[in-house]
């Protein structure tokens, strides 16, 4: 049974513009964006005039001229308010390197600050600014390298923790560490300190970053003050995903870390990706052994068809030696669009159900038919 | 990678290669290599020479290829891709020289052909044209990937087909040698045997077996993701093939793949295939077991029969062997059942329907001597159980598996496969209640199937588990509107109001479930159902609350002067509920659903009546 809002998945699309080795190198831009529209149009540099353009539809589609204040404001901001309202939400970053992925989410100070900073400073301001409500913000910080999950924030970043689930609680990850924050500074010092791990520890177990996905995660935890003065205090707990995926064409080239958002037409080189080709092909049946290699979309399964509010900020290369990065990218993002869960049910044919009434409706006439010759007589 | 006579600066491009990736150059070693690439190309053309106008073509035509390679790891694809263009002409024309049957390098046109069987025997190849083949193979493979990450499939298996052809030809050239003067050729790798002859140091065929390799794989893929389901399978089989015959495999990770395969092949109903790949499952976790036996000092206390398989592989690998079985024998009864539901010449064929159709692809030659012949499998409508008998028998294979499976899923800590497990148990009771004649049995059955589901009902927090939970219900529901339906056939006229009773009781059961579920798309607690459900969850939606119009009523069945005020209650819910529905499938014009939507007006209008007698009844002097 499908638990999804149809209209939680929303993607987005940014291009950046061209940039000065490409300008020098007399690139031409072969992407063009409709704002209004969500539009993107994808020419092939290589085919002649006649073939069209492939084009994709989005959400929203930013292009050069859009600032990360536009951005942030449109496809971000309302994550986070749901989030202080008790909701989750969850923003995944997706771009292959050199495409501007960075600049997005984190960006630079200012006016040129990314969706990471950003949202950083509005919970904030929601926090300081209501003076009714007793907030408690606490975040964790893990990545999953080739399917085994670590706490960035542990003193010990080598060890592997378990995805389990709670019937009440959802999806957990056992040991993993929450700090409690009461800054944005405090919010910055948690997110440096576990990027700095993840590098650290990739540099000693010899693992490739990039290939890694991480999910920074805040918990916004709000009491009415007044309530809790009575005893009656009604908390709600909001959690926000900010996700940053792994760099997709070095995934593929190297080997699948077996998440579940598979492209649609990529090669993997690697046979260890043999066991997501054959879950594909009984993909959405109910007949399906347990994966193993999910722990991505396990632990972001409430993002993926669930209750949750999300967003994808796909970004990608403008000039035409990226045609085939950015044609992988768009069917990347176009395909997320489609994610949701597949109901699940031992379901009887529609036309039993029919004879069934049928048989419901005979069966009644003649019960009426008997009372009333029993009132009849009487 | 060697490239005859150009050995320095592939040692040059391989050091640049094994160099550590600066994350924020990522592709700069490629260019690196590259760049060495086409210094080794100026060399050999010279300055204002044609390209065609050098003195070692085919040395332009490798480094070439190579130069290919390096690019279509970067970003600048479209050159990578002409490099190689540019040098699979002399390349396809040293490998005709090379003496390939049956390969032409003209054959470009892309076209399905039955694949052949993934060879598992190591290939001896040696030479400088089997290096050419090599590196064509490469080519190949690498031309394929790309077409695909375009989305162009057909392309993608052209050159894929090409891969095939040429490992296929140049095996076949090879096996032909081996014929003629077997002793000069060195052992295949892994054979315990390399110290039997001399090895070639330039021996290629590691380079040849892993490229065929990687073709079969990729075209699993391509065909995955052009459709062809059936074509993938047979791909994705001869890759666990090859990776069982090359001894490098993870247990575990490939037990799973096959157990996923498994699953494959049972959701299309090909049974056999299904208990074969299963089969190899068990057969080699047993004989794993059994080395491991061996090894160890047998009085150590470990079980050496019965389930010493499962020590081998990992616990949820275990489990997951357990549930596809349980699985296999749960889809050849709900198989067996559409099949019996059928009649005449609307009877289904299964695919697979004989041994005769057995892939070759799909065996396991390696294991022949372990498994049971081909002839032993349940072929077509062989797995369909036609008698209570039968499909008991299936029910009875099924049910320990899907408990040893939950000895290991848990509830506390595997929420989703917990109850998709418990949903897959009470299939199975449905399923076989449906061949039970005996409706008392056959409502026992349905009841059972409900208590199964009951302490799941309530028991997920909808904010995470939202889907789960109106599964749980819905099919809790179902289970109790079944079991009604079963009493309601065997009605006890010998003693109607226990009868009526245990109908009753059901009935507000099963509408205690329906009306959970259809309350679940409230907009919030208690707040207003929407005007429309979602287009995922409508059809479940319109059912339930259509079964739940036909059992509201059942709960109240007295007609008579002992009808009290709740019954009357439940009879009114009914009537509106009916009318509620038939209009929601009015106003949203579900042409699909117009005849549920009539009856369930007429049901109404019934209902209506029943309300009416049962006032007049309740008014009429006692006697």
Redesign the interface.
């Given at each position: 049974m499908s638990g999804a809002n149809p209209e939680a998945v929303k993607v987005v699309v940014r291009c950046r513009p061209l940039n000065s080795k490409e300008k020098a190198d007399g690139r031409q831009q072969i992407v063009d964006m409709d704002t209004k529209s969500g539009q993107v149009s994808l020419r092939n540099p290589a085919a002649d005039s006649s073939e069209a353009p492939k084009t994709f539809t989005f959400d929203a589609a930013y292009d050069a001229n859009c600032t990360q204040e536009q951005i942030f404001e449109q496809s971000a901001k309302p994550i986070v308010n749901s989030c202080m309202q008790g909701y989750n939400g969850t923003i995944f970053a997706y771009g292959q390197t050199g495409t501007g992925k960075s600049h997005t989410m984190t960006g630079q100070p200012g006016e040129q600050a990314g969706i990471i900073p950003r949202s950083f400073a509005h919970i904030f301001e929601g926090v300081e600014g209501s003076s009714d409500t007793q907030w408690m913000v606490r975040a964790s910080f893990l990545e999953i390298y080739n399917e085994e999950v670590r706490d960035l924030l542990s003193k010990d970043p080598k060890n592997k923790l378990d995805v389990k689930e709670h019937k009440e609680s959802g999806v957990y990850v056992k040991g993993l560490n929450a700090f409690v924050v009461k800054s944005v500074p405090e919010l910055q010092n948690v997110l440096a300190v576990g990027d700095k791990n993840r590098s650290t520890g990739a540099t000693m177990m010899n693992q490739d970053s990039s290939r890694s996905h991480s999910i920074f995660s805040i918990t916004i935890e709000g009491m009415d003050k007044n309530a809790a003065a009575n005893s009656e205090g009604h908390i709600r707990v909001g959690k926000l995903n900010l996700v940053d995926l792994a760099g997709s064409e070095r995934q593929s080239k190297t080997g699948a870390t077996g998440d579940r958002l598979k492209e649609a037409t990529k090669i993997n080189l690697s046979l260890s990706a043999l066991g997501n080709v054959i879950s594909a092909l009984v993909d959405g049946k109910s007949g399906h052994i347990p994966y193993r290699d999910s722990k991505l979309t396990r632990l972001l399964q409430d993002s993926l068809g669930g209750n949750t509010k999300t967003v994808m900020v796909a970004n990608m290369g403008p000039a035409d030696w990226n045609y085939d990065e950015t044609l992988s990218t768009l069917r990347y993002a176009n395909r997320a669009k489609n994610i949701k869960n597949k109901p699940r049910i031992n379901e009887d044919p529609k036309d039993a159900m029919l004879r069934e009434f049928q048989d419901e409706i005979k069966r009644l006439k003649e019960l009426l038919e008997v009372c009333v010759g029993k009132a009849c007589q009487e | 990678m060697e490239a005859p006579g150009h050995e320095s600066v592939i040692d040059q491009v391989k050091e640049v290669l094994s160099r550590p990736?600066d994350?924020s150059q990522?592709?700069k070693h490629w260019y690196d290599a590259s760049d060495l690439l086409q210094t080794e190309l100026d060399k050999l053309r010279g300055p204002g020479a044609l390209r065609d106008g050098t003195s070692d073509p085919e040395g332009v035509a490798w480094l070439m290829a190579q130069q290919g390679l390096c690019l279509l790891?970067t970003?600048?694809?479209?050159q990578g891709e002409a490099c190689i263009l540019a040098a699979l002409p002399r390349l396809e024309l040293r490998a005709e020289g090379a003496g390939l049957p049956g390969f032409s390098p003209s054959q470009s046109t892309h076209h399905e052909q039955q694949p052949q069987s993934a060879p598992t025997e190591h290939l001896e190849v040696s030479g400088v044209g089997h290096k050419a083949i090599a590196v064509l193979q490469r080519c190949y493979n690498a031309l394929?990937?790309?077409w695909?990450?375009?989305?162009e499939?057909e392309s993608?298996l052209m050159w894929l087909n090409k891969a095939e052809r040429l490992y296929h030809g140049q095996r076949k050239r090879v096996l032909q040698q081996k014929g003629e003067n077997k002793d000069s050729l060195p052992s295949p790798p892994g054979s315990g045997a390399e110290g039997a002859g001399q090895a070639d140091p330039a021996y290629a065929g590691d380079v040849l077996e892993a490229g065929y390799?990687?073709t079969v794989?990729?075209l699993?893929?391509?065909h995955?993701?052009a459709g062809s389901?059936e074509q993938?399978?047979l791909y994705?089989a001869a890759?666990?093939q090859r990776?069982l015959a090359s001894g490098e495999v993870q247990l575990s990770?490939w037990v799973?793949?096959c157990?996923?395969?498994s699953?494959?092949y049972?959701?299309a109903s090909a049974f056999a295939i299904g208990q074969y790949l299963l089969d190899a499952v068990q057969r080699i976790a047993q004989v794993e077991a059994e080395k491991k036996r061996q090894a160890l000092d047998a009085s150590d206390g470990q079980a050496t029969g019965g389930e010493a398989w499962t020590r081998v592989l990992d616990e949820?690998?275990a489990a997951?062997v357990h549930?596809?079985w349980g699985?296999l024998y749960l889809?050849r009864l709900v198989a067996s059942l559409a099949y019996m539901q059928q009649s005449g010449s609307q009877k289904p064929s299964l695919p697979y329907p004989s041994p005769e159709h057995f892939p070759d692809l799909l065996r396991f030659p390696s294991l022949s001597h372990l498994l049971p012949s081909p002839e032993e499998l349940p072929w077509g409508v062989s797995a369909l159980a036609t008698t209570f008998e039968a499909a008991r028998d299936l029910f009875n294979a099924a049910i320990p598996r899907f408990n040893a499976a939950l000895e290991y899923?848990k509830?506390?800590?595997?929420?989703?496969?917990y109850v998709?497990t418990q949903?897959?148990v009470?299939?199975l009771y449905?399923v076989l209640a449906a061949f039970e004649q005996d409706p008392k049995r056959c409502a026992a059955m349905h009841k059972l199937r409900a208590s199964r589901l009951a302490h799941l009902v309530g028991?997920?927090?909808?904010?995470?588990?939202?889907?789960?939970?109106?599964?749980i219900d819905?099919?809790t529901a179902?289970a109790w509107r079944d079991h009604v339906?079963a009493l309601?056939d065997k009605l006890d006229s010998k003693a109607p109001n226990k009868s009526s009773k245990a109908i009753a009781e059901g009935a507000r059961a099963a509408t205690h479930s329906y009306t959970r579920f259809l309350n679940s798309f409230r907009k919030e607690d208690a707040g207003q159902m929407p005007d429309r459900i979602?287009?995922?969850?409508e059809h479940?939606f319109l059912?339930a609350a259509?079964?739940l119009g036909?059992v509201l009523?059942r709960s109240a069945?007295r007609?008579?002067q002992h009808t009290s005020e709740s019954d009357l209650d439940i009879m009114v819910q009914a009537y509106k509920h009916l009318h509620w529905i038939a209009d929601y499938v009015r106003r949203h014009k579900i042409e699909?659903m117009k005849?549920?939507a009539s009856?369930?007006e007429?049901?109404a209008s019934?209902?209506a009546?029943?309300i009416d007698?049962s006032k007049?009844?309740a008014s009429?002097p006692k006697?």
């Amino acid at each position: 049974m499908s638990g999804a809002n149809p209209e939680a998945v929303k993607v987005v699309v940014r291009c950046r513009p061209l940039n000065s080795k490409e300008k020098a190198d007399g690139r031409q831009q072969i992407v063009d964006m409709d704002t209004k529209s969500g539009q993107v149009s994808l020419r092939n540099p290589a085919a002649d005039s006649s073939e069209a353009p492939k084009t994709f539809t989005f959400d929203a589609a930013y292009d050069a001229n859009c600032t990360q204040e536009q951005i942030f404001e449109q496809s971000a901001k309302p994550i986070v308010n749901s989030c202080m309202q008790g909701y989750n939400g969850t923003i995944f970053a997706y771009g292959q390197t050199g495409t501007g992925k960075s600049h997005t989410m984190t960006g630079q100070p200012g006016e040129q600050a990314g969706i990471i900073p950003r949202s950083f400073a509005h919970i904030f301001e929601g926090v300081e600014g209501s003076s009714d409500t007793q907030w408690m913000v606490r975040a964790s910080f893990l990545e999953i390298y080739n399917e085994e999950v670590r706490d960035l924030l542990s003193k010990d970043p080598k060890n592997k923790l378990d995805v389990k689930e709670h019937k009440e609680s959802g999806v957990y990850v056992k040991g993993l560490n929450a700090f409690v924050v009461k800054s944005v500074p405090e919010l910055q010092n948690v997110l440096a300190v576990g990027d700095k791990n993840r590098s650290t520890g990739a540099t000693m177990m010899n693992q490739d970053s990039s290939r890694s996905h991480s999910i920074f995660s805040i918990t916004i935890e709000g009491m009415d003050k007044n309530a809790a003065a009575n005893s009656e205090g009604h908390i709600r707990v909001g959690k926000l995903n900010l996700v940053d995926l792994a760099g997709s064409e070095r995934q593929s080239k190297t080997g699948a870390t077996g998440d579940r958002l598979k492209e649609a037409t990529k090669i993997n080189l690697s046979l260890s990706a043999l066991g997501n080709v054959i879950s594909a092909l009984v993909d959405g049946k109910s007949g399906h052994i347990p994966y193993r290699d999910s722990k991505l979309t396990r632990l972001l399964q409430d993002s993926l068809g669930g209750n949750t509010k999300t967003v994808m900020v796909a970004n990608m290369g403008p000039a035409d030696w990226n045609y085939d990065e950015t044609l992988s990218t768009l069917r990347y993002a176009n395909r997320a669009k489609n994610i949701k869960n597949k109901p699940r049910i031992n379901e009887d044919p529609k036309d039993a159900m029919l004879r069934e009434f049928q048989d419901e409706i005979k069966r009644l006439k003649e019960l009426l038919e008997v009372c009333v010759g029993k009132a009849c007589q009487e | 990678m060697e490239a005859p006579g150009h050995e320095s600066v592939i040692d040059q491009v391989k050091e640049v290669l094994s160099r550590p990736v600066d994350e924020s150059q990522p592709y700069k070693h490629w260019y690196d290599a590259s760049d060495l690439l086409q210094t080794e190309l100026d060399k050999l053309r010279g300055p204002g020479a044609l390209r065609d106008g050098t003195s070692d073509p085919e040395g332009v035509a490798w480094l070439m290829a190579q130069q290919g390679l390096c690019l279509l790891e970067t970003d600048l694809r479209h050159q990578g891709e002409a490099c190689i263009l540019a040098a699979l002409p002399r390349l396809e024309l040293r490998a005709e020289g090379a003496g390939l049957p049956g390969f032409s390098p003209s054959q470009s046109t892309h076209h399905e052909q039955q694949p052949q069987s993934a060879p598992t025997e190591h290939l001896e190849v040696s030479g400088v044209g089997h290096k050419a083949i090599a590196v064509l193979q490469r080519c190949y493979n690498a031309l394929g990937a790309l077409w695909s990450e375009r989305g162009e499939l057909e392309s993608a298996l052209m050159w894929l087909n090409k891969a095939e052809r040429l490992y296929h030809g140049q095996r076949k050239r090879v096996l032909q040698q081996k014929g003629e003067n077997k002793d000069s050729l060195p052992s295949p790798p892994g054979s315990g045997a390399e110290g039997a002859g001399q090895a070639d140091p330039a021996y290629a065929g590691d380079v040849l077996e892993a490229g065929y390799t990687l073709t079969v794989f990729s075209l699993a893929q391509v065909h995955a993701h052009a459709g062809s389901k059936e074509q993938s399978a047979l791909y994705c089989a001869a890759t666990l093939q090859r990776q069982l015959a090359s001894g490098e495999v993870q247990l575990s990770e490939w037990v799973q793949n096959c157990l996923q395969l498994s699953a494959y092949y049972v959701n299309a109903s090909a049974f056999a295939i299904g208990q074969y790949l299963l089969d190899a499952v068990q057969r080699i976790a047993q004989v794993e077991a059994e080395k491991k036996r061996q090894a160890l000092d047998a009085s150590d206390g470990q079980a050496t029969g019965g389930e010493a398989w499962t020590r081998v592989l990992d616990e949820d690998v275990a489990a997951n062997v357990h549930l596809a079985w349980g699985k296999l024998y749960l889809y050849r009864l709900v198989a067996s059942l559409a099949y019996m539901q059928q009649s005449g010449s609307q009877k289904p064929s299964l695919p697979y329907p004989s041994p005769e159709h057995f892939p070759d692809l799909l065996r396991f030659p390696s294991l022949s001597h372990l498994l049971p012949s081909p002839e032993e499998l349940p072929w077509g409508v062989s797995a369909l159980a036609t008698t209570f008998e039968a499909a008991r028998d299936l029910f009875n294979a099924a049910i320990p598996r899907f408990n040893a499976a939950l000895e290991y899923y848990k509830l506390d800590g595997w929420v989703t496969e917990y109850v998709t497990t418990q949903l897959e148990v009470s299939n199975l009771y449905r399923v076989l209640a449906a061949f039970e004649q005996d409706p008392k049995r056959c409502a026992a059955m349905h009841k059972l199937r409900a208590s199964r589901l009951a302490h799941l009902v309530g028991a997920l927090n909808p904010q995470h588990y939202l889907g789960l939970s109106r599964s749980i219900d819905l099919e809790t529901a179902n289970a109790w509107r079944d079991h009604v339906d079963a009493l309601t056939d065997k009605l006890d006229s010998k003693a109607p109001n226990k009868s009526s009773k245990a109908i009753a009781e059901g009935a507000r059961a099963a509408t205690h479930s329906y009306t959970r579920f259809l309350n679940s798309f409230r907009k919030e607690d208690a707040g207003q159902m929407p005007d429309r459900i979602d287009a995922d969850n409508e059809h479940f939606f319109l059912m339930a609350a259509f079964n739940l119009g036909r059992v509201l009523h059942r709960s109240a069945l007295r007609v008579d002067q002992h009808t009290s005020e709740s019954d009357l209650d439940i009879m009114v819910q009914a009537y509106k509920h009916l009318h509620w529905i038939a209009d929601y499938v009015r106003r949203h014009k579900i042409e699909k659903m117009k005849q549920e939507a009539s009856m369930a007006e007429q049901l109404a209008s019934l209902i209506a009546e029943k309300i009416d007698l049962s006032k007049k009844v309740a008014s009429m002097p006692k006697k």
